[in-house]
Each structure stands twice: as C-alpha cells, then as structure tokens.
C-alpha cells in the first residue's frame, strides 16, 4: 500500500497563529517523504523532503518548517503563519525502496491565513 | 538554476483534437522524466514516466510522451483528447534527488 493520509483536510487560521499538518503514510518502512506547496498558476513548489528520521532537507527560505519524529509521519509547522502562507499543501511520498521520481501524492491540505 | 517550464499554462480544445503539451528543463545531467495529471476532485497521480531506453513512452489513457535530450524535451502527445481528460497536467523532472515541477498546464476538453 502507497497510502498517504493527510490531515487536516481543510484549515482557516489567523495571521500569527501556529500551524501544524501532519502526513503520515503506509507501507514499507523508510519511504522519502516530501512537502510541496500548490498554488494556482505556479505549479508545485518543494518544500522539504526528507530521507529518514530527523533528515530533512530545506528547499526554499521560509516561514514554515518541517519534522520527521517517527519514520511514517511528516509534519509541516509554522510558529507564526502569515497572509502568504495561504495555499494547499501536498504530501508525497517516494515508490518503495526507489528514489526514481515516482511519487504518490495525498489528497492535500488547503489553508486559508486571514 | 534548475528548473521545468511548461509552455502552455491553458488549453481549450474540442474532443477528438490532437494535443501536444510542451514541457522543457534546464539541467544537463541525467534526468528522470515524468508527466502527472490531477483530475478534478482527485488527487495528483503518474501518467507516465521516462527513466532511459525508448525515448517515446506510452502511459495510461492513450497518452504518450517523448523525449528530446538535445532539445532537454519531454513533450506529451494524445491523437485524440476526451472530454474526461479535462485536468490539469504537470511535468516533472527528477534532478539530483529532488522532483522539481513545471508550472502545470490546465486542459480542458469541450464536448
């Protein structure tokens, strides 16, 4: 099983207030994980991925941050989210034992900052 | 940088036309190539995939792709477009372990 379960589902948040999104995922052990952030026009923009427990790589500067603290979950933070935060945000995670490019993709998280 | 660009951001097209969506990258390693779609409603999901041999790969739905490495191409092709391949199609580029995305190009199919 590739399944990913994202949650949650939909999410409307204050500007400055904390952010919290979680993925985890079934199957074999190990997978890479990945966060990508969608916008409308932009494609999907990588966030962080990550290649084991507390591995975790940076891909663009920004207000968010992400942790790996069991080897199935993935979870995307804000300590302060801002109006720009706004957006839906994608797990994935990489076909077992391969690091090819082929992903499965969770159904999303769409958060709205006012 | 490295980067994937797709040269079609909206496409409207009758059923039974041909499609050709353009997709090229900026990097002269080896590449994976990789072309997903996202139905309405539905999440996003592979439709075909290049890693080397045959440069024309058949996917799923009668869809296929090429790929031009003199060109850094890897253009997608269907002879005849539905009305239920309305979606919206990335192409993507796996690059030193990164999967790094174009900007997605909205088709939709007129019955």
């Known amino acids: 099983s590739q399944t990913i379960h994202q949650w949650p589902a939909t999410l409307v948040q204050p500007v400055g207030s904390p952010l919290s999104l979680e993925c985890t995922v079934e199957?074999?052990?190990?997978?890479?994980l990945y966060w990508y952030r969608q916008a409308a026009g932009r494609g999907l923009q990588l966030l962080f991925y990550?290649?084991?427990?507390?591995?975790i790589s940076s891909e663009v500067p920004q207000n968010l941050s992400a942790s790996r603290p069991q080897d199935r979950q993935f979870i995307l933070s804000s300590k302060k989210l801002l109006l720009s935060d706004s957006g839906f945000y994608l797990c994935?995670?990489?076909?077992?034992?391969?690091?090819?490019?082929?992903?499965?993709f969770g159904e999303g998280s769409r958060l709205t900052v006012l | 940088a490295q980067s994937v660009s797709q040269h079609n951001h909206h496409v409207i097209l009758s059923e039974a036309a041909s499609l050709e969506l353009g997709c090229n990258y900026s990097?002269?390693?080896?590449?994976?190539l990789f072309w997903y779609v996202q139905y309405p409603g539905q999440h996003l999901q592979l439709l075909l995939k290049?890693?080397?041999?045959?440069?024309l790969v058949k996917g799923i739905k009668g869809f296929e792709a090429e790929f031009i490495k003199s060109k850094f191409s890897f253009n997608l092709r269907k002879p005849s477009v539905q009305w239920s391949d309305t979606a919206e199609y990335f192409c993507?580029?796996?690059?030193?372990?990164?999967?790094?995305f174009g900007q997605g190009t909205t088709l939709q199919v007129k019955p």
């Open positions: 994935a995670r990489g076909l077992a034992g391969t690091n090819t490019g082929e992903l499965f």
């Open positions: 199957g074999t052990s190990n997978p890479n």
């Open positions: 990550s290649i084991g427990i507390d591995q």
């Open positions: 990097y002269g390693g080896t590449v994976n």
């Open positions: 290049y890693f080397s041999g045959d440069p």
């Open positions: 993507a580029v796996m690059i030193t372990g990164k999967l790094i």
